[in-house]
């Protein structure tokens, strides 16, 4: 006759679904953490991916497989000649060498790779140096001295700020002056904008790492420095008029004349902090008084187009340090390492789906 007791488990059995129910468990764990990296549990939440959906939305027009942010550049390649001075501070191997080979980009600010050049506030140069250990550094410099806000949720709030009105196509003056009726920092970099001098080359531009960074001797004694890429090349201003008459790419084709008359050399300067100086504010400058120390000299030979040179699919994180240099406690340095990576996966996934990286320019924009 049929039992009336119901079916029971033995040990085998029990042992197999505790194992699914563990299995179950750290998959929905997994899945938990997904949704909350990718800020689907907190909509409000600061996340690369929405950093860089507020740097895409400051262009009028999508360019798919191109950078975010500084479409518009240049491959540069040379070699950094290190100094005894640099290598007394950071045990990194680019400065006990004679030479380190260089891969670089040089651009302009902006979300189009078909800007005009000499209109362009901001400039900037990016590097890689390949360690003869084996090492990489990775740079991201900009002609300004400091950055125009103080933490990465500011960033966020001037890039959003500085969203073109769709009414205009143009930033909204009003949200610009109340965003920097808010922040200080904003009025400091608007202030240096509107007085600084222009350059008439990439080649007699400054470019400033902005952050803080530690050096580390050989004894292991760290020291925080920011850097510089100070021009050999003398300064020469470039005012409006001839702004307003310049080519489209002249910059670049300026460029590339002064490359065919010989190498152009920059030296990397070095300003150790002082005891008080704020190594977590990007948009505070160090005095002027501080020690400053010529660690080496960049020269670049060679320009090539970035939609066929080899900077153009390359990363330029400036978290990537070589062994005797570390990060500081910048926060903003920490985020951008994030948002260079979403950046990065986004154009090279349309790349890899056909994006035009080399089609002709548009018609003249006007001016």
């Known amino acids: 006759m049929p039992s009336a007791e119901p079916p029971s488990f033995g040990p085998a059995r029990r042992r197999a679904l505790r194992a699914y129910a563990a299995i179950a468990a750290i998959v929905g764990a997994l899945l938990l953490l997904f949704a909350w990296a990718a800020g689907w549990l907190s909509p409000g939440r600061l996340t690369p991916a929405r950093?860089?959906?507020?740097?895409?939305?400051?262009?009028?027009?999508?360019?798919?497989?191109?950078?975010?942010?500084?479409?518009?550049?240049?491959?540069?390649?040379?070699?950094?000649?290190?100094?005894?001075?640099?290598?007394?501070?950071?045990?990194?191997?680019?400065?006990?060498?004679?030479?380190?080979?260089?891969?670089?980009?040089?651009?302009?600010?902006?979300?189009?790779?078909?800007?005009?050049?000499?209109?362009?506030?901001?400039?900037s140069m990016a590097l890689v140096f390949d360690g003869p250990d084996g090492s990489q550094w990775r740079m991201a410099m900009n002609s300004f001295p400091f950055?125009?806000?103080?933490?990465?949720?500011?960033?966020?709030?001037?890039?959003?700020?500085?969203?073109?009105?769709?009414?205009?196509?143009?930033?909204?003056?009003?949200?610009?002056?109340?965003?920097?009726?808010?922040?200080?920092?904003?009025?400091?970099?608007?202030?240096?904008?509107?007085?600084?001098p222009w350059s008439d080359s990439f080649a007699n531009t400054q470019y400033n790492g902005i952050h803080a960074y530690r050096f580390v001797d050989a004894a292991g004694v760290s020291r925080l420095v920011r850097w510089s890429m100070r021009p050999q090349a003398p300064f020469v201003e470039m005012d409006a008029a001839q702004r307003e008459a310049a080519e489209r790419d002249y910059l670049q084709d300026e460029l590339r004349a002064r490359l065919a008359r010989g190498p152009l050399?920059?030296?990397?300067?070095?300003?150790?902090?002082?005891?008080?100086?704020?190594?977590?504010?990007?948009?505070?400058?160090?005095?002027?008084?501080?020690?400053?120390?010529?660690?080496?000299?960049?020269?670049?030979?060679?320009?090539?187009?970035?939609?066929?040179?080899?900077?153009?699919?390359?990363?330029?994180?400036?978290?990537?340090?070589?062994?005797?240099?570390?990060?500081?406690?910048?926060?903003?340095?920490?985020a951008r390492a994030s948002v260079y990576a979403q950046s990065f996966d986004r154009r090279e996934r349309e790349i890899a789906r056909g994006a035009d990286v080399d089609g002709a320019p548009p018609q003249e924009t006007a001016r």
């Open 51 to 123: 950093m860089t959906d507020a740097i895409e939305a400051t262009s009028t027009t999508p360019f798919p497989g191109f950078r975010r942010a500084h479409a518009k550049g240049v491959c540069v390649a040379g070699h950094f000649e290190g100094l005894p001075a640099g290598a007394a501070l950071s045990r990194a191997a680019v400065f006990a060498s004679p030479r380190t080979p260089v891969l670089g980009r040089l651009s302009i600010g902006g979300g189009t790779p078909y800007g005009l050049d000499a209109q362009a506030r901001v400039r």
């Open 147 to 196: 950055f125009g806000a103080a933490s990465i949720e500011t960033f966020l709030e001037q890039t959003r700020a500085s969203a073109p009105d769709p009414a205009t196509g143009k930033p909204d003056p009003a949200r610009m002056a109340a965003f920097a009726a808010r922040h200080p920092e904003a009025q400091r970099f608007a202030a240096w904008a509107k007085a600084a």
């Open 265 to 334: 050399r920059w030296d990397m300067v070095v300003t150790l902090a002082g005891p008080d100086d704020d190594a977590r504010d990007p948009s505070t400058p160090w005095p002027e008084a501080r020690e400053q120390v010529v660690v080496g000299t960049l020269v670049l030979t060679q320009a090539q187009d970035q939609a066929t040179g080899p900077c153009r699919d390359l990363n330029f994180d400036p978290t990537l340090v070589p062994s005797g240099v570390a990060l500081s406690d910048d926060p903003i340095l920490a």
